[in-house]
């Protein structure tokens, strides 16, 4: 374990840049792997670039807690912004949305970063597993709390990451988007997954999430899970349009920005815990495949 917080230490996470954020310093842009951003935006900074040699160059902001060290092993939670969000949209575009800035107020030891990647399809799918895995590797991840998230474009990378590599996460909250992915992979490997959309959603609808939910939730019923443990794996969220005029939008789906701000929503995600050994197995890449979430208060 000291070997993974040396890495950690290495990877340049003590360079302060203001209150509350860290930059990922210039010890990993000389390692060749990583060059660190200098812009900074709601506390995150902009363009870090991961040089993934297998992937490509992976754009994303990032939030550090100043408390890290890599003494101690923190929370790694990952967002995939929409189609506003991409690379060729700006710099910074992707720091619109609210799940990444109110994350922290969830788990004050949590490493935060948001994506700018160039489509919603198998190219994202697979830089954003490469970035997870650069992160477990790099940095004293606690791999029993990495979450994922993707709104609406970034929803559908998300769902074709769980169809990929599902048992990375411990659970993935998916809201105002369609699923694009493999529901079988994700039926095996049972990452706990939350969807939440309008239900005349302007851009999707919602029938997509509908027939996903009943897809999954028939698969677990195969596998002999009782309906109790399916609701700890799968939760299907369907907001009228009373919710979204209460919070200001008449779009549903520019209005899923405001799941951002539900406790019931966000604390679901970040209570999630993958049952997992932080022990020689996980420095080898071996991996439990069981869950055991806990939903603390949520419900």
């Known amino acids: 374990m000291k070997a993974r917080w040396i890495i950690a230490l290495a990877a340049g996470l003590l360079l ?26 709601r506390g995150f900074v902009n363009d870090n670039v991961y040089h993934s040699p297998t992937e490509g160059d992976i754009h994303f902001s990032s939030y ?47 490493i935060v970063l948001s994506t700018q990647l160039n489509d ?25 709390q990495v979450y994922l998230h993707g709104f609406s474009g970034g929803g559908e990378t998300g769902s074709l990451v769980m169809g990929l590599r599902p048992e990375l996460y411990a659970g993935y909250l998916m809201t105002s988007s369609q699923w694009d992915g493999d529901l079988n992979v994700l ?18 609808g919602s ?17 002999g899970l009782t309906e109790d443990k399916i609701r700890e794996l799968l939760v299907l969220d369907v907001r009228d349009q009373a919710y979204f005029s209460a919070k200001g939008y008449r779009d549903q789906h520019g209005g899923g920005m405001a799941f951002a ?14 049952a997992t050994e932080r022990n020689d197995k996980h420095e080898t890449g071996e991996e439990t495949a069981e869950y055991a979430p806990d939903y603390g208060d949520c419900f």
């Open 16 to 41: 302060c840049v203001g209150a509350g954020v860290s930059a990922l310093g210039s010890a990993a842009a000389e390692t060749g792997d990583l060059t660190p951003g200098t812009q900074t935006q």
């Open 187 to 204: 039926a095996e490997a049972r990452t706990p997954v939350y969807m939440a959309i309008g239900e005349e959603d302007s851009y999707y």
């Open 207 to 223: 029938g997509s999430l509908k027939r996903a939910y009943q897809t999954l939730h028939g698969l677990y019923v195969e596998q």
């Open 261 to 274: 701000h539900e406790d019931e929503i966000m604390g679901w995600l970040f209570s999630q815990r993958k």
């Open 120 to 144: 919603w399809g198998e190219t994202s799918a697979r830089q954003t597993i490469a970035l997870t895995e650069y992160f477990i590797k790099s940095y004293n991840i606690d791999p029993s």
């Open 64 to 110: 550090v807690p100043e408390s890290y060290d890599g003494s101690e092993p923190y929370a790694l939670f990952i967002t995939l912004p929409g189609w506003e969000g991409l690379y060729f949209q700006g710099v910074g575009a992707n720091m619109v949305e609210d799940f990444g800035t109110e994350a922290p107020n969830y788990n004050d030891r949590m």
